[in-house]
T-cell receptor
Framework: NAGVTQTPKFQVLKTGQSMTLQCAQDMNHNSMYWYRQDPGMGLRLIYYSASEGTTDKGEVPNGYNVSRLNKREFSLRLESAAPSQTSVYFC?????????????FGSGTRLTVV | GQQLNQSPQSMFIQEGEDVSMNCTSSSIFNTWLWYKQDPGEGPVLLIALYKAGELTSNGRLTAQFGITRKDSFLNISASIPSDVGIYFCAGPGSGSARQLTFGSGTQLTVLP
């Protein structure tokens, strides 16, 4: 069971470049999420998709866009990367839109913007 | 937004020692979750708590849902090297969406 798969694992971008982070889950989960992790700040929600066909902003959405391509896949796009977007990005999924039973996380994408 | 204050930020302990960490919220929770993140990996759910006063164990880990419903505690007994990592508390966020909100984490280092 792969769970939540994120690609790429590492990426270095120049300021102003664009890229898309890919995420796929094989657990037939309805809800998917993108978080970023910065030292001392825990995990902060960027965007989420409560169900296929819907997306909503989280706590820190500026500079990002998302696409829920189908039930399995949820991508995160940086249109014009900035050094402040240097972070570790985690995708997660859950069966229910309610948070009570927790989320399953991928292993992360480590992004550096120079 | 929702505030989760987790302490301590970091801990250096000797192998075999017990560890305690806690998390407080600015509002009442109906769920507390504890996650562990191994170096280079994503967080993994350790324990989930659903009722005030609830005490739940997972091996050497024990977590408690505070009776005020605004705090939670995680204890690790007889620490071993593989306990190294970042421990996060999490709970439902504020607002109608109520997505998971995470504390800032406790970085645990176990010295041999």
């Amino acid at each position: 069971n792969a769970g939540v798969t994120q690609t790429p694992k590492f990426q270095v971008l120049k300021t102003g470049q664009s890229m898309t982070l890919q995420c796929a889950q094989d657990m037939n989960h309805n809800s998917m999420y993108w978080y970023r992790q910065d030292p001392g700040m825990g995990l902060r929600l960027i965007y989420y998709s409560a169900s296929e066909g819907t997306t909503d902003k989280g706590e820190v959405p500026n500079g990002y866009n998302v696409s829920r391509l189908n039930k399995r896949e949820f991508s995160l796009r940086l249109e014009s990367a900035a050094p402040s977007q240097t972070s570790v990005y985690f995708c997660a999924s859950s069966e229910s839109r309610l948070p009570n039973y927790g989320y399953t996380f991928g292993s992360g994408t480590r992004l550096t913007v120079v | 937004g929702q505030q989760l204050n987790q302490s301590p930020q970091s801990m250096f302990i000797q192998e075999g020692e017990d560890v305690s960490m806690n998390c407080t919220s600015s509002s009442i929770f109906n769920t507390w979750l504890w996650y562990k993140q191994d170096p280079g990996e994503g967080p993994v759910l350790l324990i989930a708590l659903y009722k005030a006063g609830e005490l739940t164990s997972n091996g050497r880990l024990t977590a408690q849902f505070g009776i005020t419903r605004k705090d939670s505690f995680l204890n690790i007994s007889a620490s071993i090297p593989s306990d190294v990592g970042i421990y996060f508390c999490a709970g439902p966020g504020s607002g109608s969406a109520r997505q998971l909100t995470f504390g800032s984490g406790t970085q645990l280092t176990v010295l041999p």
